[in-house]
Nanobody, 126 residues
Framework: QVQLVESGGGSVQAGGSLRLSCAAS??????????MGWFRQAPGKEREGVAA???????GVIGSVRGRFTISQDIAKNTLYLQMNNLKVEDSAMYYC??????????????????WGQGTQVTVSS
């Protein structure tokens, strides 16, 4: 059974940094077989894709976080990361990691990802 467990959320002031982690278990975390992504959902808003990394290690982030957020992975540790710098109040949300069982990412539409973690809260204050 595939399990994804996020950690690293918290409360920070604007301009601060956080690093989210997502520990994967229940399957062989092989970079050649999975697309991994980070999503977020603020109260009253739809869940949106933030960043993704494909089986070749190619990464992509949405425009609003470009230059501030970096997605990476440690295959040996079966762990996905999201480094978030220069956080803004509008980055506040529940952050989720997700996995799609395919090498190349199917965009950042949440419906394309079959496996999800339980989320970790990020709160940024001014």
């Amino acid at each position: 059974q595939v399990q994804l467990v996020e950690s690293g959320g918290g409360s920070v002031q604007a301009g601060g940094s956080l690093r989210l982690s997502c520990a994967a278990s229940g399957y062989t975390y092989s970079s050649s077989r999975w697309c991994m992504g980070w999503f977020r959902q603020a109260p009253g808003k739809e869940r949106e894709g933030v960043a993704a990394i494909d089986g070749d290690g190619n990464t992509g982030v949405i425009g609003s976080v470009r230059g501030r957020f970096t997605i990476s992975q440690d295959i040996a540790k079966n762990t996905l990361y999201l480094q978030m710098n220069n956080l803004k109040v509008e980055d506040s949300a529940m952050y989720y990691c997700a996995a799609a069982r395919q090498k190349y990412c199917p965009g950042l539409a949440p419906i394309s990802f079959a496996y999800w973690g339980q989320g970790t809260q990020v709160t940024v204050s001014s």
